[in-house]
T-cell receptor, first 113, second 114 residues
Framework: IAGITQAPTSQILAAGRRMTLRCTQD?????MYWYRQDLGLGLRLIHY???????GKGEVPDGYSVSRANTDDFPLTLASAVPSQTSVYFC????????????FGEGSRLTVL | AQSVTQLGSHVSVSEGALVLLRCNYS??????LFWYVQYPNQGLQLLLK??????LVKGINGFEAEFKKSETSFHLTKPSAHMSDAAEYFC????????????FGSGTRLSIRP
């Protein structure tokens, strides 16, 4: 089934540890995004990539990094996790253009202790 | 810069009653507007979108929204609520550029009373 796959679905992590959330899409979409979802704050954009080889910062990029080596993969890395990064993380993708529909993964629930 | 404000973090209606979820946007250029729905423990999925043309947009599951430029609003409505409509609803805005990011509101949780 075509779509977005995120891994892991859930993870508990000690503060200070490094963590990479994986995201893979098989729809050949140009643009990919990482959002975090927190109660009362909705979805906030962390980083995005409009095409393979390029990335950009969103609303809340501090403490996170991304790479886009190819069209399909867009991993999100927390270099040194902190408790405020406890959240549900969603990866999304869409075709180029501002009117395209965003397709979301199932989310990765991360708890930093 | 674009932004979205959703009025009411939680809305509760009776089954069969009108659903009205409010969204106001701020944009320096004519926006593209979206409503997404999130069912429990799932990702978001598109409900409807406004790009150009007719200002009344119909979506899935009987929902519709009207773009009102003078009021900078894009409220979501459904004439008769169903128990299966219970979910979190997000309004979102995007600019004209192909590089524009989609910015989401804080969400409104819709509960349906039997």
């Amino acid at each position: 089934i075509a779509g977005i796959t995120q891994a892991p679905t859930s993870q508990i992590l000690a503060a200070g540890r490094r963590m990479t959330l994986r995201c893979t899409q098989d729809m050949r979409h140009n643009a990919m995004y990482w959002y975090r979802q927190d109660l009362g704050l909705g979805l906030r954009l962390i980083h995005y990539s409009n095409t393979a080889g390029t990335t950009g910062k969103g609303e809340v990029p501090d403490g996170y990094s991304v790479s886009r080596a190819n069209t399909d993969d867009f991993p999100l890395t927390l270099a040194s996790a902190v408790p405020s990064q406890t959240s549900v993380y969603f990866c999304a993708s869409k075709n180029a253009g501002p009117t395209g529909e965003l397709f979301f993964g199932e989310g990765s629930r991360l708890t930093v202790l | 810069a674009q932004s979205v404000t959703q009025l009411g973090s939680h809305v509760s209606v009776s089954e069969g009653a009108l659903v009205l979820l409010r969204c106001n946007y701020s944009s320096s250029v004519p926006p593209y507007l979206f409503w997404y729905v999130q069912y429990p423990n799932q990702g978001l999925q598109l409900l409807l979108k406004y790009t150009t043309g007719a200002t009344l947009v119909k979506g899935i599951n009987g929902f519709e929204a009207e773009f009102k430029k003078s009021e900078t609003s894009f409220h979501l409505t459904k004439p008769s609520a169903h128990m299966s409509d219970a979910a979190e609803y997000f309004c979102a805005v995007s600019g004209y550029s192909s590089a524009s990011k989609i910015i989401f509101g804080s969400g409104t949780r819709l509960s349906i009373r039997p």
